[in-house]
């Protein structure tokens, strides 16, 4: 399974980005997709994570200014940024995983990219 995550690149304070994660090499629907981000000397976090219901969680520093969206037609998902600030510049990773029984179990990892917000 590989993952790959596109859309990243450079933008002004208050423009927007859309980034995409396509799941490759799998017949499954994964039933839980997460968009995570790193910058330089922080951990990795969570940016958002939808399940294949449709239920969504969004980390604080990003309500209201991104949206999280997938097909589970095509095992892909979406996040609409807006509203960007330069402390969102990080590597961002999408994450296919499992969620049921109010667990959420992290998947493959695919490779990362890059959002720079500049001020």
């Known amino acids: 399974v590989q993952l790959q995550a596109s859309g990243g690149g450079s933008a002004q304070a208050g423009g927007s980005l859309r980034l995409s994660c396509e799941v490759f090499g799998s017949p499954n629907i994964y039933s839980l997709m997460s968009w995570y981000r790193q910058s330089p000397g922080r951990e990795r976090e969570l940016v958002a994570d939808?399940?294949?219901?449709?239920?969504?969680d969004y980390a604080d520093p990003v309500k209201g200014r991104f949206t999280i969206s997938r097909d589970n037609t095509k095992n892909e998902a979406y996040l609409q940024m807006s509203d960007l600030k330069p402390e969102d510049t990080a590597v961002y990773y999408c994450?296919?995983?499992?969620?049921?029984?109010?667990?959420?179990?992290?998947?493959?990892w695919g490779r990362g990219t890059l959002v720079t917000v500049s001020s």
């Open positions: 939808i399940t294949y219901r449709g239920e969504i």
């Open positions: 994450n296919a995983g499992c969620y049921g029984a109010g667990e959420k179990v992290l998947g493959p």
